[in-house]
């Protein structure tokens, strides 16, 4: 009895090494500006080409502006990654989605929007957040730099096969609950390493019910436990989302890959490694006060002790030290300074849809900097056909262009030293959105209602 | 790309008796902007190592003279977070050889196995007693042994097994990489291509 995983693992799996990884053929290649240019040095250097270009695809967006992006790029390092990225995608025939360009996006934003992400595919990008496309029950992790190298070079990938983990969430989710919520809550439940060496499927009633987009939100943060992805088996839904896209197949090659597709789930009796289960209903509005994701707790719920935790007393001291948060603080009412609505996490027009619900009608709080980032150009043309922008602007709020921002901070959108943002993104490691900046990872719902209080807010109460 | 072949490494180490250091930490984002790979090593653990006016921390173990060596010697859930390579990188430029934890996540892992720094996962035990010899003397030395796949506390003779697999094991001992395995392999890959469904 095989899982969906296993179907996916094994249909691509070239050869297997005598103690030793698998060797797997890999469909699609996402590659952006910042762990590719070694990668393709190392091309040159073996004198060697690109094997698929036309499984490979390239987009800039992680050392991007999110303002004027019309004009040359301010920053000679940063424009000189990009002047790499476009140079190398043209010398090998790759396609390039550049600044400017109208599919230019956040790679894991766009790679669903115009149908590359598929069912049944096994998808690598060196980029941890690869893990997003597995919504679409595909096979979709992040590598490195020298593994970008590999696949360029030859399509495969080397990878010992994980071990298989199921979680079940089941039931309903509450008011005000959305799919971050549920990663979040998983993620505080696991903690950063609890599903490293296992590769997710998210299973039961709550993943049925979610949308697509939603879907991408929870398989995006699998990484954030420490699985290599997470994946959800595709059905009706998950269909009707990628049929008509620009690279999704038609006719008989639609025809061929659906019954593929159709073969994609677990089947009944398969076992799995680690099975867990969690009740949608015990899910509440979440945020992080912490240093890395797993610790995150409902939002009306008081800082842990140091003393009700396993272990690792210290390194939880330094973590609440670093925030300046004391053990047993309320989150609530705690006050903010940035706001930021974007990333390959929550960077998507039902997470904008989500934001707006909350602000229409009331003003941005003056003491917060609010960066609004739209994932892709897409994301960005339809806040506008809906009438999102207008609302938002009425309350407010800018609008900026795609790209990774704030989410990283590689660019000009850094929170400074010693300030508290509350970021829809996906982690709040130390510096990680600027030196010194201080991170709390919440739904853009919560984001929402601390955009519009300047503090954190329980955003139920604004609904 | 090319490594220093690893076999037997005897050195003083480095330790940074936290958990969960992450990517972030040991490169930050703003210092990924190179388009070749050199001096990750000036910027490896950047935050934690110099204040804001690029002045060094004293009491961060790197800035530190009693501690030095080829082995670097983390807390558990070493290297969880973003895939960046250029952690890996950073790592190997400083002039370390080896990486010591109680957990690695596993990208981190991987890349460190793809460009010649060996991961050495060791018990929670083992990892406090290597913490606790260095505290009492910071230059005492561990020896890692990987055709014997072992690592021993010189002073005590406590000594632990790790695994590694037996390709990559092969590999890091001659220096060879993945690369020039599959290129050998070009045809029987072609095959595989035409026959895959998407």
Redesign the interface.
């Known amino acids: 009895m095989k899982t969906l995983f296993d179907k996916v693992w094994d249909s691509?799996v070239?050869?297997k090494?005598?103690?030793?990884?698998d060797?797997l053929?890999i469909?699609?290649h996402m590659v952006h500006e910042?762990?590719s240019?070694?990668a393709f040095?190392?091309l040159k250097?073996?004198n060697?080409g690109v094997?698929?270009p036309e499984k490979t695809f390239a987009t800039a967006d992680?050392?991007t502006p999110t303002i004027n992006q019309h004009l040359p790029v301010k920053?000679p390092?940063?424009a000189?990654?990009l002047k790499?990225l476009e140079e190398n995608s043209k010398a090998h025939g790759i396609s390039y989605w550049g600044l400017g360009h109208e599919k230019n996006g956040i790679v894991h934003v766009v790679g669903p929007e115009y149908g590359i992400t598929?069912p049944?595919?096994t998808i690598v990008c060196?980029?941890?957040h690869t893990s997003t496309h597995g919504a679409f029950g595909a096979i979709a992790f992040?590598?490195?730099?020298?593994?970008v190298?590999?696949v360029l070079?030859?399509?495969?990938i080397?990878?010992?096969k994980?071990k298989s983990m199921r979680i079940n969430v089941l039931g309903n989710l509450n008011k005000g609950v959305t799919p971050k919520d549920v990663a979040l809550y998983i993620i505080s439940q696991l903690t950063?390493?609890g599903a490293?060496?296992y590769f997710v499927e998210y299973a039961g009633d709550v993943f049925k019910n979610m949308s697509m987009e939603g879907r991408m939100t929870v398989c995006n943060l699998s990484?954030e436990m420490?699985a290599?992805g997470g994946m959800i088996a595709p059905d009706e839904k998950t269909l009707d989302y990628i049929k008509g896209r620009e690279f999704t197949?038609i006719g008989t090659a639609w025809d061929?890959?659906k019954?593929?597709w159709d073969t994609l789930y677990t089947e009944e009796n398969a076992t799995f490694d680690k099975e867990l289960t969690f009740k949608g209903e015990d899910i509440e509005p979440m945020i992080t006060y912490g240093t890395?994701p797993g610790m995150g707790m409902s939002i009306g719920k008081n800082i842990p002790t140091a003393e009700s935790l396993e272990g690792?007393i210290?390194?939880y001291k330094?973590s609440l030290q670093y925030m300046a948060f004391n053990e047993g603080d309320s989150m609530i009412g705690k006050p903010i300074d940035f706001v930021f609505l974007g990333s390959c996490t929550n960077g998507r027009i039902e997470d904008f849809r989500a934001f707006t619900e909350i602000i229409k009608g009331k003003q941005k709080a003056p003491n917060v900097t609010a960066w609004l980032v739209p994932g892709s150009h897409k994301v960005e043309a339809a806040i506008k056909e809906e009438g999102l922008l207008d609302i938002l602007t009425a309350a407010g709020f800018e609008l900026r262009e795609p790209g990774c921002s704030a989410c990283?901070?590689?660019n000009d959108d850094k929170v400074p030293?010693g300030k508290y943002a509350v970021s829809t993104s996906n982690?709040n490691?130390?510096?990680?959105q600027g030196?010194?900046s201080r991170t709390l990872l919440a739904s853009p719902l919560v984001a929402a209602a601390a955009a519009v209080t300047g503090k954190v807010t329980d955003p139920r109460e604004l609904m | 790309m090319a490594y220093d072949k690893f076999n037997i490494l005897k050195s003083s180490i480095v330790p940074l008796p936290i958990e969960n250091i992450d990517t972030d930490q040991i490169i930050p984002a703003r210092f990924l902007k190179a388009t070749e790979r050199k001096g990750f090593g000036d910027n490896l653990f950047r935050d934690w190592r110099y204040n804001p006016d690029n002045t060094p921390k004293e009491d961060f173990a790197l800035n530190q003279d009693k501690y030095s060596g080829k082995i670097l010697v983390g807390g558990k859930n070493f290297g969880s977070g973003s895939s960046r390579e250029h952690a890996a990188w950073a790592v190997y430029d400083y002039g370390f050889r080896c990486v010591v934890s109680s957990f690695f996540a596993d990208i981190f892992r991987n890349n460190c196995l793809n460009v010649g720094v060996l991961p050495v996962q060791v018990s929670a035990e083992f990892l406090e007693k290597i913490f606790a010899e260095t505290q009492k003397d910071a230059s005492s030395q561990v020896e890692v042994s990987l055709p014997e796949q072992t690592i021993t506390i010189i002073t005590t003779g406590e000594k632990e097994s790790f695994t590694i697999n037996a390709y990559k094991k092969e590999n890091m001992l001659n220096g060879f990489d993945d690369i020039d395995y599959l290129l050998n392999m070009k045809e029987e890959i072609t095959a595989f291509a035409e026959n895959t469904p998407l």
């Open positions: 691509h070239v050869r090494i005598e103690n030793g990884p060797i053929f469909d699609r910042v762990t240019p070694v040095l190392g250097s073996r060697i094997k698929h992680h050392n920053d390092l940063s000189n990654q790499a598929q049944g595919a060196g980029d941890s992040g590598i490195g730099t020298s593994e190298e590999m070079a030859t399509q495969c080397m990878q010992p994980p950063t390493s490293t060496g990484i420490g290599r197949p061929k890959a019954a593929y890395n690792g210290s390194t330094k990283l901070a590689m030293t982690r490691f130390e510096g990680r030196p010194g």
